[in-house]
């Protein structure tokens, strides 16, 4: 049982621009759920992909990708090398990483991309920002909304990934 309402449900966020409260909702929302979905979760499961899905590991690399390259973007930037290495990496096995580590990453990524939603300027929202190599258009608000929107489909997946793995 929830102690408190889902966070679009508890009102305006301090710091973020008003227009900007659903990407921050959406986010938070995704986060603490994440927390509580991935307590106690066994690492030998990291990394299965049950019926050939995504492993829980591979979403929440991605999630915390995803947002790194949306808020890149939206700061009409470049991706950078470590963040196309990054993008290579993801899903890739890696024994070292635990469930905490993963998860605490997550976190950092959100923070950060939630500093970059407190010091946009809503009159940018429809600023032109083109995306990747070949500078497909979008603008500052598609790119956080499609950040926000991504963190919910990949946290969907994970849900039902991990509850599908915890019942093996």
């Known amino acids: 049982m929830r102690s408190q309402p889902e966070v679009w449900l508890r009102g305006p966020i301090d710091k973020f621009p008003l227009d900007l409260q659903p990407v921050v909702h959406a986010i938070l929302q995704a986060q603490e759920e994440i927390h ?11 990394w299965e992909k049950p019926a050939g899905m995504a ?4 979403h929440l690399q991605h999630i915390a990708g995803v947002l790194d390259r949306m808020a890149t973007y939206a700061k009409a930037e470049t991706l950078s090398e470590q963040q196309f290495n990054y993008l290579k990496e993801e899903g890739n096995v890696k024994t070292d990483m635990t469930v905490e580590s993963l998860v605490e990453q997550l976190d950092i990524e959100i923070a950060e991309f939630l500093q970059i939603i407190s010091a946009i300027d809503p009159g940018t929202l429809t600023d ?13 608000g598609g790119l956080l909304f499609h950040a926000a929107e991504h963190t919910q489909r990949h946290f969907g997946q994970l849900l039902v990934t991990v509850n599908i793995l915890r019942k093996k």
């Open 36 to 46: 509580v979905l991935m307590k106690g979760f066994p690492v030998d499961l990291l």
């Open 55 to 58: 492993s829980p590991a591979f």
């Open 128 to 140: 032109f920002r083109g995306v990747g190599r070949a500078q497909l258009p979008s603008t500052v």
